[in-house]
Nanobody
């Protein structure tokens, strides 16, 4: 009932920019906290940035000042603006929702721990 779809990844040169989007689809009533994670080859999936349902944001030190996380609840969409990209930012980026309320057959339900399928970001000259 709730699906997350990322888009916006691609190949970019060092110093370039990309904007990732995460669209939450389904009969969604409300979305709690959202986040972006990334997973580089051979490494674990790590948190990059987090945004609460109230709009409070946190970032890991490596991206602070370069990345901006945001959300537009009216569109059920979250964004990650990535500037001054570095080769070490190369990874598959995933969006995550910790909890969401959705409607099914006339009733509201709460689900948790939703992930998107990931979008590849490659920073290389």
């Amino acid at each position: 009932q709730v699906q997350l779809v990322e888009s916006g990844g691609g190949l970019v040169q060092p110093g370039g920019s990309l904007r990732l989007s995460c669209k939450v689809s389904g009969s969604v009533v409300s979305i709690n906290h959202m986040a972006w994670y990334r997973q580089a080859p051979g490494k674990e999936r790590d948190l990059v940035a987090h945004i609460t349902n109230g709009g409070l944001t946190t970032y890991i030190d490596d991206v602070e000042g370069r990345f901006t996380i945001s959300r537009v609840d009216a569109k059920n969409t979250m964004y990650l603006q990535m500037n001054d990209l570095k080769p070490e930012d190369t990874a598959v980026y995933y969006c995550h929702v910790d909890k969401a309320i959705y409607t099914s057959r006339g009733h509201d339900y709460e689900g948790e721990d939703y992930w998107g399928q990931g979008t590849q970001v490659t920073v290389s000259s």
